[in-house]
């Protein structure tokens, strides 16, 4: 340890050395060049003096009546200025010089925050694990000061996660390709160390799996310029992944010195350890990538609060406020409010969950995220909307409470009841989630207190209106209920056999249950008025 730290002090000087010579080597060209320019000036006014001088002898030899237009040219004046092309050559290179140097110290700075931040979290670590009596002896003696040459990331293993895309996006309107990197570094607790995004050059030439090549590159270098050399490289792309383990050899070229790249980069550390990750554990790093895109298809613009950035929303191909625009999360496709708005609500009257309406992508839009553009009544709506789809209908139970009927799973309310009664699965209470109140999941009414369902429904023969009203309506209607979840059934045409949405068969005629596809009654299976009736509805 403390000859690698000899070995980097000494590095450390010879670079400080070369840009003190670099320095003096650019002042010492600024200086000639300026004595150059001065003496070239001199030049200069001593040519037009001369002239000045025979102009005014040349005229009195000439009549007074005849004018003379003359204009005098310097020698520099015919050609260029190489001096003054050469000092803004060095003025520029000397910017990039103190632009490199601060990079480079900042670099260094963030390199001894780091290497300090590992060696707390160790130390802490090995406090923590000391044994309560050693502490109270000798706790008070511990210390172990930080020595700033300490190369503390250098012997840590750390996580480097990338993503690359290319995507086609609109700008007013043109059609472009752009293409985004994302880089997050994380230590060994998945605690994040930096982080990174950046537009990819040629993004209109590259394919996907290029985009992640390129990101693979990028988080590498990043890695290095911190000194780490051990790391652990994570990508979801299975592509990629089979590129950078050499199980499997890209077809061009150009993706091949790429690959051939990322194997020279790997020599460099003392471990390197590609994964392949799931797009999940991506989620963060894919939105970096997906943030450098969008930087690149966004444009300064007067908006209503001032100025703004403007961006193209790519189904109404509208110029939109960059703040009016709507990240799906998962796949950070950008739209419009307005947009999002009508798409969701399509699918909310069609009884189906929102997804992503980018072609191809099926993200879900989640129901939080759309209280930003829906009504609180629509998001309340879908959310219940995912809430049945999530929930087996057989599992299903609403409140029975009419101002309530919440939607809740058997296991859920059961689990609920449990924190207050401990009978609750053989009594057949249920306390609400929602609204909190006690009812009955077998008469489904409110809990009858000191009475069993049985005794319940003796006193109580006749269904409370609201079902009486239902019954009347479905014995009218000729509608069928499930025997197993209690849903009532209408036969809008075709057969009599009837598949309930909980899985359960029966006969529509007199509701005898259908075992392996097959009735337990001698009820006709069809009659021809329903199947003629659903065929003319149809035509």
């Not at 001088?53 to 005229?59: I, M, Q």
């Amino acid at each position: 340890m403390e000859n690698h730290s000899r070995d980097k002090g000494k590095a450390t000087q010879t670079i400080n050395e070369d840009n003190d010579d670099l320095k003096s080597v650019l002042t010492l060209q600024r200086h000639l060049l300026m004595e150059a320019k001065t003496l070239d000036s001199d030049l200069d006014f001593a040519f037009q003096l001369q002239m000045q001088e025979a102009f005014s002898a040349s005229l009195p030899l000439h009549h007074p009546s005849s004018s003379l237009d003359v204009t005098l040219s310097s020698p520099s004046d015919m050609g260029f200025d190489y001096v003054t092309l050469m000092l803004q050559d060095i003025e520029r290179f000397e910017m990039e010089r103190k632009d490199r140097e601060e990079s480079d110290e900042e670099k260094r700075r963030f390199r001894n925050d780091l290497n300090r931040s590992i060696y707390d979290q160790n130390f802490a670590r090995y406090i923590i694990n000391v044994p309560e009596q050693e502490w109270n002896n000798y706790g008070d003696n511990y210390e172990r000061p930080y020595d700033g040459n300490m190369v503390e990331a250098q012997n840590e293993g750390f996580r480097v996660y990338v993503k690359g895309l290319v995507s086609e996006e609109r700008i007013r309107e043109m059609k472009v390709m752009v293409g985004g990197v994302g880089v997050a570094i994380c230590d060994f607790w998945n605690n994040l160390v930096l982080e990174l995004r950046k537009k990819l050059d040629g993004a209109e030439f590259m394919t996907g799996e290029m985009a992640g090549v390129e990101a693979v590159i990028h988080g590498l270098n990043a890695a290095l310029s911190l000194d780490l050399k051990r790391v652990t490289l994570f990508v979801d792309d299975f592509l990629v992944y089979q590129f950078i383990t050499g199980r499997q050899q890209p077809r061009q070229s150009k993706l091949g010195t790429k690959v051939n790249e990322v194997s020279l980069l790997q020599k460099r550390f003392t471990y390197f350890q590609p994964s392949f990750a799931a797009r999940n554990d991506m989620s963060f790093v894919f939105k970096l990538a997906r943030d450098a895109i969008v930087s690149q298809i966004t444009w300064p613009a007067e908006t209503s609060n001032g100025k703004g950035l403007k961006e193209t929303c790519m189904i109404c191909f509208e110029d939109i406020d960059a703040t009016q625009m709507f990240t799906v999360d998962g796949c950070f496709h950008r739209y419009c409010f307005s947009c999002m708005k009508q798409h969701v609500e399509v699918k909310l009257l069609n009884s189906m969950v929102a997804s992503c309406p980018h072609e191809g992508c099926k993200t879900e839009v989640t129901i939080d995220s759309c209280g930003k553009f829906l009504d609180a009544k629509l998001v309340e709506i879908m959310s219940n909307r995912k809430k049945e789809a999530s929930i087996a209908v057989s599992e299903k139970v609403y409140c029975a409470f009419p101002r309530c009927s919440a939607l809740m799973s058997k296991s859920e309310v059961l689990q609920y009841t449990r924190t207050v009664m401990l009978v609750a699965e053989k009594s057949g209470a249920r306390k609400c989630v929602k609204c909190h109140r006690f009812f009955c999941i077998y008469c489904k009414v409110p809990w009858h207190f000191d009475m069993t369902c049985i005794d319940y429904k003796r006193l109580n023969p006749h269904p409370a209106r609201e079902y009486a009203m239902l019954n009347t309506l479905a014995t009218k209607k000729q509608w069928r209920e499930c025997i197993k979840c209690k849903h009532v059934i209408e036969l809008a045409g075709g057969c009599y056999h009837i598949t309930c949405r909980c899985g359960f068969e029966f006969c529509y005629t007199c509701g005898a249950e259908w075992r392996n596809k097959k009735p337990t009654c001698s009820c006709p299976i069809w009659d021809e008025r329903n199947i003629i009736h659903n065929r003319r509805r149809r035509q």
